[in-house]
């Protein structure tokens, strides 16, 4: 069936990103191992959208760091939306833009307090998440203002290697994996800056657009002086996802911009597995509607993934030789 039949409503946030010709050349994600870390995957084990996902054995397994041995489909549901945009697999209403990848569903989050813990909570779950091989780690959690107020950063700590959380998104970066990271939600308020982890020096920070691939004005900004951020965009007005009852539903944040992007980072990375995480992320960048001129706002912006697929259809080795 054509493309707009089988992605039904999610064939615009995919399609914006030129994810679905990815799909088409056969790159869906096999062989890729993405970790989500989030607040709980509620019903993630038995929502329709993640039928395919529980046939095929492709959650790999789940790991609760706020209350270890705790059942983290009895969670949170925000982890489950984000899983969605890149797992689900209803043909004509969701597909998901990494529906054959296998995925480590980790809770670091909770959901009902905000403490400094969980930035360290955050940092195990990635170690975890390298022991078992992920290749990708999508956080849609961002760490700025606590409970405890004395904790609190400050913009000026989003500095790119401060707060405890974006040391260990570094670190995780330095074991060869990819950490994809919501940007943050705050552009319409005070602290309007990009949260921990998404300001990293090695985090792929993702800003949110509408359909129309306009910024979000929710949407946390960034610089472009000393680096760029946030890195790139993808679609987070109205994004489809799953609904905690089983329909699917619209639903708004750089929380479903960042695994939009993820996803499809697998699939390309399915396509180039020689290249390394720096050279994925940098084609990523390169393939950005405003490349030539980033900005404080979108990045490099929109990434273009069958531009990014010409620029790592080179040998990675022959590319910088003479």
């Not at 493309?3 to 062989?31: A, P, V």
């Not at 039928?51 to 397994?61: H, P, W």
């Not at 760490?143 to 290697?161: E, I, K, R, V």
């Amino acid at each position: 069936s054509n493309g707009l039949n089988n992605y039904g409503s999610s064939f615009t946030q995919i399609h914006m990103l030129r994810g679905d010709s990815l799909h088409k050349l056969g790159f869906r994600g096999e062989g890729m191992v993405i970790a989500i870390l989030d607040a709980g995957f509620y019903h993630a084990n038995t929502l329709r959208a993640f039928d395919s996902l529980i046939a095929n054995n492709q959650i790999l397994g789940t790991r609760d760091f706020v209350n270890p041995g705790n059942n983290v489909y009895q969670e949170y549901e925000h982890g489950m939306e984000v899983l969605s945009c890149m797992g689900a697999n209803l043909p004509g209403e969701l597909i998901g833009t990494a529906p054959k990848a296998g995925f480590w569903l980790l809770r670091s989050e909770d959901a009902y307090s905000e403490n400094l813990i969980e930035e360290y909570n955050w940092v195990s779950a990635a170690e975890f998440a390298d022991s078992v091989g992920a290749d990708i780690i999508n956080s849609s959690l961002g760490y700025t203002h606590f409970d405890d107020t004395l904790a609190n950063h400050t913009c000026a700590d989003m500095s790119g290697n401060t707060t405890p959380v974006t040391r260990g998104a570094n670190i995780a970066f330095s074991k060869g994996m990819i950490v994809v990271n919501s940007a943050g939600n705050s552009g319409g308020s005070s602290w309007k800056c990009v949260s921990a982890p998404a300001d990293g020096f090695n985090v792929v920070a993702v800003a949110a657009v509408d359909s129309g691939g306009n910024r979000a004005g929710f949407s946390s900004t960034g610089e472009a002086t000393h680096r760029v951020k946030p890195n790139v965009a993808a679609m987070g007005r109205l994004v489809v996802v799953s609904s905690t009852v089983g329909p699917i539903t619209h639903s708004s944040g750089t929380s479903f911009a960042s695994p939009i992007l993820a996803g499809l980072t697998a699939c390309l990375w399915q396509a180039a597995p020689g290249w390394s995480n720096t050279a994925i992320t940098r084609a990523i960048e390169l393939s950005g509607n405003q490349v030539s001129n980033p900005d404080s706002l979108l990045g490099y912006g929109i990434p273009d993934f069958i531009k990014a697929m010409k620029i790592v259809s080179v040998p990675e080795n022959s590319a910088s030789s003479s």
